[in-house]
């Protein structure tokens, strides 16, 4: 138990900077929490693997992390930008957005950060804790 608290939160800790990294890349900047949410959004990613058999296409297994991120980006945004008001993002001028929190085209783009991070998570499982090595299926 112990030992699996201390690799979840070493791939949270390397997922949450990673995140950061490409909010500054693509935003020119970020936030502290952003670390936080994204390493709870590597985490949750990587754990598809877990429950979801290793032959499900990987576009599959995408668009559940996007699913995932969403549900939690609505639930910080709610608590960080709503609650707080930390102002961290708006979505309130993109089409299809719900309180300004989450909206169609960044959860697409989930989607695609989605596929990244199952082949981080995967690949940094199998190198630095010996779990399975990772295989995909496309279609």
């Given at each position: 138990m112990k030992r699996e608290?201390?690799?979840?939160?070493?791939?949270?800790?390397?997922?949450?900077?990673?995140?950061?990294?490409?909010?500054?890349?693509?935003?020119?900047?970020?936030?502290?929490?952003?670390?936080?949410?994204?390493?709870?959004?590597?985490?949750?990613?990587?754990?598809?693997?877990?429950?979801?058999?290793?032959?499900?296409?990987?576009?599959?297994?995408?668009?559940?992390?996007?699913?995932?991120?969403?549900?939690?980006?609505?639930v910080a945004g709610i608590i960080l930008n709503l609650y707080l008001n930390l102002g961290i993002w708006d979505y309130s001028g993109l089409p299809c957005n719900l309180l300004g929190q989450i909206c169609l085209p960044f959860s697409l783009l989930w989607a695609a950060l989605s596929v990244l991070c199952i082949f981080v998570d995967d690949a940094l499982r199998w190198r630095l804790f010996h779990e399975e090595k990772p295989r995909y299926k496309w279609v």
């Open positions: 608290f201390v690799k979840l939160s070493i791939l949270a800790a390397l997922g949450g900077m990673l995140y950061m990294g490409v909010e500054l890349l693509w935003r020119g900047r970020t936030h502290w929490t952003m670390g936080i949410v994204g390493g709870v959004c590597f985490v949750l990613i990587g754990g598809l693997n877990n429950y979801l058999p290793w032959e499900m296409p990987i576009w599959k297994q995408a668009l559940c992390g996007s699913a995932l991120v969403t549900a939690v980006e609505l």
